[in-house]
């Protein structure tokens, strides 16, 4: 396959290296994650023609770690009539679908919402989910002449999430209607043709639209059946402010998605939205998210590209000491970052100086004895820049950007959502990564994971702690 050339050199000081950016254009959800012929793509939300949101197409970019991505042309680009908006795809190896050549390997088939515009001529206004499909492992698509394969006459009904599902030997669709915070399965035997399965809604989750859903089937830790969770994004009602991704884990049979337990944030921090996983990966989903927040994305201070996706991560469950499921994610940390185990002591020491424009990872543990922070200090001599890794008295760990930028920048945003540590183990685990704006932070082995954007601007970092004031 033929990359066009890597995003130019890291000019500018926001850029990250290993989280994935559009070359020089606006971003935002992740969509059609796959692993396919031992590559990694990404395709996403994307305007081709600017640094805001419109013109929605699906960008394309490659990985063959997960670490290292290379930007390919517009892969479903726009039209005047029809947007393309989030969405997902398969390998139909079996080719089902019909749409693939017969004796050679099966299409890739990607579902899309067409938000149709104003300028449609019988469906104005109208969301619907739609094919595009690929017979040269992802390089070109063509649009399905019959489009749209579902419809339900409805404005926000959106972001399909397909996959097989081996008991029933079925494919099934997961969707929303946004509005009416719900879930929507659907099923069929070819891809082409959709009848209904079940809704799914949750009184638990109310603060906002829902949007981008995910069903991932997880290991049991346990061995027996396997476990399913449950993925949705609201906005606003995000675990930090505006924007947000939840779990919540139960059982899949086929047509019905149930649960007891209550919706868990997938992330604590401001910026991890419309998290979804690859198709095509074995074992523990693998996710992204966008590393970005509805309530200020279009103000983040980079140009001409803006936003990325976070690192990804894996997902898997743990059985905690009460009998009950838990959600435990960690990052895929790019193994070139250079990375540095701290000590870190309730007390004054300056543990590092580093440079900021290469990426870093810091690991270590904080005493849950006494409140402290970890600070990186950023700064080149003028105004010094915090970032700030607190805990508190009671065991609580958050993560502070409230004066880690070069100008001000969400004010309202400025905390992750703190993380409720077992005091009694009388430390917690963290594992940093910071690549220029883009941090991801692993607590407790796991337990939590914070995605936090900062824009401090300075090439060198110091890394200090103190004392809780
Ligand atoms: C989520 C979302 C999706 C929609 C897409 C449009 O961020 O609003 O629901 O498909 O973005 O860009």
Redesign the pocket.
């Known amino acids: 396959m033929n990359t066009t050339s890597p995003p130019a050199a890291l000019t500018d000081v926001h850029r990250p290296r290993f989280h994935l950016t559009a070359e020089d254009t606006w971003m935002?959800?992740p969509n059609g994650l796959i692993r396919h012929n031992g590559m990694w793509h990404a395709f996403f939300?994307n305007n081709p023609h600017g640094s805001t949101?419109g013109n929605?197409s699906w960008g394309h970019a490659v990985s063959e770690d997960l670490a290292n991505w290379s930007n390919l042309p517009v892969a479903l680009p726009f039209s005047e009539t029809e947007l393309i908006?989030?969405g997902s795809i398969v390998h139909d190896a079996e080719n089902t679908s019909g749409l693939g050549t017969p004796g050679a390997d099966g299409p890739l088939v990607a579902f899309y919402?067409s938000a149709f515009t104003q300028s449609h001529p019988t469906t104005p206004g109208i969301q619907a989910q739609s094919i595009a499909f690929s017979q040269d492992g992802g390089a070109t698509w063509t649009f399905y002449a019959d489009n749209p394969v579902l419809t339900r006459d409805s404005e926000n009904f959106?972001?399909p999430k397909v996959f097989f599902h081996r008991e029933s030997g079925r494919w099934i669709m997961v969707t929303v209607e946004?509005l009416d915070h719900s879930v929507h399965f659907h099923a069929s035997d070819d891809l082409l043709a959709w009848e209904p399965a079940s809704v799914f809604t949750h009184p638990g989750l109310d603060g906002g639209i829902w949007?981008?859903p995910d069903l991932l089937r997880v290991p049991s830790p346990d061995g027996g059946e396997d476990s399913w969770v449950l993925v949705i994004?609201t906005n606003p009602g995000g675990p930090a402010g505006g924007s947000g991704t939840y779990s919540l884990i139960g059982h899949f049979d086929g047509r019905r998605f149930t649960t007891e337990a209550p919706p868990q944030p997938l992330d604590l921090g401001p910026d991890c939205?419309?998290a979804v996983s690859f198709s095509g990966v074995q074992g523990d989903p693998v996710l992204l998210g966008w590393m970005n927040n509805w309530a200020y994305a279009e103000q983040t201070p980079t140009a001409p590209w803006r936003s990325s996706m976070t690192l990804p991560r894996t997902l898997h469950l743990e059985r905690a000491a009460d009998g009950t499921l838990q959600v435990i994610q960690h990052l895929v940390i790019p193994e070139e970052i250079r990375t540095l185990d701290l000590e870190v002591q309730a007390s004054s020491a300056v543990l590092a100086e580093l440079d900021a424009e290469e990426p870093f990872r810091l690991r270590g543990e904080l005493p849950t004895a006494s409140a402290h922070r970890l600070v990186l200090r950023f700064g080149d001599g003028g105004r010094d820049r915090d970032l700030v890794l607190a805990i508190d008295s009671e065991g609580h760990v958050s993560l502070d950007r409230s004066s880690a930028h070069e100008e001000p920048f969400a004010p309202e945003h400025t905390h992750s959502q703190p993380y409720a540590s077992a005091r009694a183990e009388g430390a917690v685990a963290f594992d940093l990564v910071v690549d220029r704006s883009c941090v991801d932070l692993e607590l407790d082995g796991g337990r939590a994971l914070i995605s936090q954007q900062i824009f401090p601007g300075a090439r060198t970092v110091t890394v200090l702690t103190e004392p809780a004031a």
């Open positions: 935002n959800d939300q949101w929605m908006f989030s919402t959106r972001d946004a949007e981008c994004s939205y419309a």
